[in-house]
């Protein structure tokens, strides 16, 4: 899976699955620079066959409606949708 990684503050493994052309994924990950977080991202929407069933079986884990974006924090916490105060809570914890 063709993962881009932004480096930052380590909070522990953060991984923001995203679509190209989705606005509310483009403003989670604008939150995660803005708040200087380490972490990685694919574009589902880019990806592939296997590589983008594999990244769907993914989301599927976190978020059964499969919507974007989808956020695992520390593969404990998955928020889904732009949640700016959930997604802040999540990351002092």
Known sequence: ????HINGKKMGKVMLFALSTCGWCA??????RTLDVDFDYTFVDLLEGKEQDD???EVEK???KGSFPTLVIRDKIG???FREEEIREALRG
């Open 1 to 4: 899976m063709v993962v881009e």
């Open 27 to 32: 403003k989670t990950k604008e939150l995660l």
């Open 55 to 57: 990244a769907m079986h």
């Open 62 to 64: 976190w978020n059964p």
């Open 79 to 81: 928020i889904v949708g």
